[in-house]
C-alpha cells in the first residue's frame, strides 16, 4: 500500500510530457490480470486458457489480460508510455494528439495501426520488419535514420524492470508505468534520482504537512 501510495504521488505530479523533433512510436503487450481483487478472478478459466487466442500483434486487450502498453519517445528526448484497453486508431489518437506536436515526423513499423497518421497532421516515415528491414538510410549520407530502435531499446528496459514484480494486476500496472516513465525522464540516477523523487513528493498538493 505504501509502495502504491508513493507511485500514485509521482504519477499524478509529475509533469506533461510534449515531443516533437523526431518521435519513435511503438506497442508492447504486458500479461496483467486482476491480482488482489477475487470478485475479478473467481471462476475464472485458468490463465494458460484464458490467453488462448490473444497472440499476435493487435488482439491483446485488457479483456485477454493482456493489455497493450503505447509508447511515444522522442530521439534524444523524453518518452510517453500509457496502458491500452486495445489496440485501435481512435485509441491512440487521443494519446499522440495530446503528447506530440503537429508536423512531428514520426517513425513507426509498418502495422496498419499507424497509417493515419499524415491524415492527423504528422509527417510519417515506416520501416519495414515484416521484410526483414530495420533501418533505412533514405538521404544517402550513411546513417540509417529511419528506424524505431530507440523505441525497442526502451522497451528492453521496461522488460527487465517489470519482470522481478512478477503479478502486476491492471489496476497498478499504469502506476509502474508512470513511475518508470518518470524515472526516464528526469534522467538521473542514484542520490540525483532520490531529490528529484522527493522535490516532487514533498509538493504540498500530496504532503500538506510540508511547510518547505
Given amino acids: 500500500m505504501i509502495a502504491c501510495a508513493w507511485q500514485s504521488g509521482v504519477v499524478s505530479q509529475k509533469q506533461a510530457v510534449q515531443l516533437t523533433d523526431k518521435v519513435e512510436c511503438d506497442e508492447v503487450y504486458s500479461v496483467a490480470g486482476h491480482k488482489g481483487i477475487p470478485t475479478a478472478i473467481n471462476n475464472r478459466d485458468p490463465r494458460r486458457n484464458c490467453l488462448k487466442g490473444a497472440r499476435g500483434r493487435g488482439r491483446g486487450t485488457l479483456a485477454t489480460e493482456k493489455p497493450p502498453i503505447f509508447g511515444m519517445i522522442q530521439r534524444n ?8 484497453p486495445n489496440v485501435q486508431q481512435n485509441t491512440i489518437k487521443p494519446f499522440i494528439e495530446q503528447t ?29 520488419h515484416s521484410a526483414g528491414e530495420y533501418a533505412r538510410d533514405e538521404d544517402g549520407d550513411g546513417f540509417h535514420e529511419v528506424h524505431v530502435n530507440t523505441m525497442e531499446g ?12 512478477r503479478g502486476i494486476s491492471q ?11 518518470f524515472i526516464h525522464n528526469v534522467r538521473k540516477r542514484g ?4 531529490e528529484s523523487l522527493l522535490s516532487l513528493l514533498l509538493q ?4 500538506p504537512q510540508n511547510t518547505i
Fill in 191 to 194: 542520490q540525483a534520482l532520490l
Fill in 100 to 128: 506530440i506536436s503537429k508536423g512531428t515526423l514520426i517513425y513507426t513499423d509498418e502495422y496498419t495501426l499507424y497509417s493515419r497518421l499524415e491524415a492527423w497532421g504528422y509527417l510519417h516515415k515506416t520501416v519495414n
Fill in 204 to 207: 504540498p498538493e500530496i504532503c
Fill in 154 to 165: 526502451f522497451w528492453s528496459l521496461l522488460r527487465s524492470w517489470l519482470r522481478p514484480h
Fill in 77 to 84: 528526448g523524453q518518452v510517453r508510455i500509457v496502458m491500452l
Fill in 171 to 181: 489496476e497498478k500496472l499504469p502506476l509502474y508505468l508512470g513511475f518508470f516513465e
